[in-house]
């Protein structure tokens, strides 16, 4: 790991109850940060808070519906109450299921993805940037992928909503990087978990198919995030980061020839 520092920071970490977004949690409170966990469901959240309690962090949980905007003004307005402030913002609560071509597809399901992964989005950035704002600075991390970029057979729910992500990332750049928020994208590639296991039993692309060892831990992505919250992070400000590169690698540490091994 890096030697980040972010003790007297306060984190908000959605759909962290598991996968990346529980790696990112335990990292960014590793770091120093007292990190809110939150989940739609309570008990998922509140594990993984005790967990980085009981491994010397700090941490405190909410459950918090992304998709209902009034859930997370209560979970954000929760968490700049009891701590004072909201620094770190990573909107990682997201979906891929159901995969489905398009013609196959359920409207109202494909509506619950963009609920999840857009509207949550921005529900989640609408409500931090006043706080944030008023303390003269922040930082907004948005979970991205590379199909934002290159359209994925049986994706288009998650294809289409991950780059109208990355244009939101960029547009609070655009907005309030001038005022000390900083805004970054993260795309961290195929990550072991639940999400790639969905992927591999649709059976959908090529994606699908992929063998364990294409698929990097979530520990990989929680160490992008805590670098992404740094200074050093600032060339790629209103930009997507990606592990995929070799550039992106070397700057965390990690090299191109390394083994992936699936978590």
Known sequence: M????????VA??????????????HRLARAGA????????EAGAHAVAEAIRIAG????AVACDVTRYGDVVAAID????????????VANAGSIEPIARIVDSDPLAWDAVVDVNLKGVYHCIRAALPHMLRNHGGTVIAMN????????????HYCATKAAVQMLTRQVHKEYGEQGIRSLGLSPGPVAGEMQAAIRASGIN???RLADSDYIPA??????????CTAAADPFLGTDFSIKTEEGRRLLGLSLSEPRKAA
Do not use: F, Q, Y
């Not at 929760?78 to 913002?89: E, Y």
């Open 78 to 89: 929760a968490c700049v109450d009891r701590h004072g402030r909201l620094d770190i913002l």
């Open 2 to 9: 890096n030697n980040i520092d972010l003790a007297g920071k």
């Open 206 to 208: 090529p994606v699908s």
């Open 219 to 228: 520990e990989w992505a929680a160490e992008a995030v805590a670098w992404l």
């Open 34 to 41: 007292h990190v809110v966990v939150t989940a739609r469901r």
């Open 57 to 60: 962090g700090l941490a405190d």
């Open 145 to 156: 992928s590379g199909a934002a970029n290159a359209p994925m057979e049986g994706w288009s």
């Open 12 to 25: 908000l970490v959605t759909g962290a109850n598991r996968g990346i977004g529980a790696a990112i949690a």
